[in-house]
């Protein structure tokens, strides 16, 4: 079946170490964003691309980066992890020029844990 | 500011039940609506979408939600609760524009009493 897989599902780190989170699409989507999700709140969105023109959300801390080598693969980089960084990290789909253009596909989320 | 609201983070319910979480959207102009379900250290998969065809739109797991332009709402329902429906239910909507930036509401967790 086709999907949005991100790897690894649990992942920690210590405060102040770098850290990248995976997440690949088998959907051939040329939409892929990133949402950050601390408990019990709904998903934040960081930034998405389209195809390899980056979007960056007003309020993502520079923190934040994203890398997307091709179409099937998206990173999102940690550069220097606070406790306020640990949360779900959501990776979504979508296609802008196929099927239902305004539906997301989400993966499973990657547990970031910063001790 | 655009926004979608999900009135009563907490439902509960018993077992066999009616189902009803309530979600209003704050356009005019009808926008592009979505529950989507979130079970625990889960990611979030679509119950259904509301794409401005049928105004009664039924999704997966026995649910439906119904499209009320004069309203401006968009209620899930289901008409007999299973235990396996206790998760979080997020209301989003996409108000068109270059970006399909998806708007989430804050989120109902759904408890199912035995």
């Known amino acids: 079946d086709a999907m949005v897989i991100q790897n690894p599902r649990y992942q920690v780190t210590q405060f102040g170490k770098p850290v990248t989170l995976s997440c690949s699409q088998t959907l051939n989507h040329n939409v892929m964003y990133w949402y950050q999700q601390k408990s019990s709140q709904a998903p934040k969105l960081l930034f998405h691309?389209?195809?390899?023109?980056?979007?960056n959300e007003a309020d993502t801390p520079d923190n934040f980066q994203s890398r997307r080598p091709n179409t099937s693969f998206c990173f999102l980089d940690i550069r220097s992890p606070g406790l306020g960084d640990a949360a779900m990290y959501l990776c979504a789909t979508s296609s802008r020029t196929s099927g239902s253009p305004y539906e997301q596909y989400f993966g499973p989320g990657t547990r970031l844990t910063v001790t | 500011a655009q926004s979608v609201t999900q009135l009563g983070s907490h439902v509960s319910v018993s077992e066999g039940a009616l189902v009803l979480l309530r979600c209003n959207y704050s356009?005019?102009?009808?926008?592009?609506l979505f529950w989507y379900v979130q079970y625990p250290n889960q990611g979030l998969q679509l119950l259904l979408k509301?794409?401005?065809?049928?105004?009664l739109v039924k999704g997966i797991n026995g649910f439906e939600a119904e499209f009320k332009k004069s309203e401006t709402s968009f209620h899930l329902t289901k008409p007999s609760a299973h235990m396996s429906d206790a998760a979080e239910y997020f209301c989003a909507v996409i108000y068109g524009g270059a970006t399909n930036k998806l708007i989430f509401g804050t989120g109902t967790l759904l408890a199912v009493q035995p």
């Open positions: 509301y794409t401005s065809a049928a105004t």
């Open positions: 356009s005019s102009v009808p926008p592009y």
């Open positions: 691309y389209y195809d390899k023109d980056f979007n």
